[in-house]
């Protein structure tokens, strides 16, 4: 590989929402993301259980088998570090629920304001 050639980061996007779900990969991907979908919280922890790790963790909040918070813990269980965006219709219930995390993930509102959230996203990338 070139030393000035950047991977590209893995984002383990989880939303229940197929169509949300199909739009936003799309997005990621135009901004230089490889993207992988888990369409409920039960696959997003099997999926966080295998190699490759995910760069980053984007996960909607209620969702079936296991919510956005369950898939966040136990993320942080495997890599303590990992980048959390939480994508929710309730960010006051989220936002209370998030200070237990350190760092606390980010959270955006929906409808998402993906220009911001791109922004946010693009700055950890470290």
Known sequence: ??????????VLLVDDDIRSARVFVRMLREDGF????????????GRLSRAPAPDVLVTDIQMPHADGIAVAKYARSCNPTLP???????PEIVAARAKAFDPEPRIFTKPLDYPAFAKELLRTDT
């Open 1 to 10: 590989m070139d030393v000035k050639t950047k991977p590209r980061r893995l």
């Open 84 to 90: 959390i965006f939480m994508v929710t219709g309730y």
């Open 34 to 45: 490889d993207v992988e979908v888990a369409h409920d919280g039960a696959h997003a922890i």
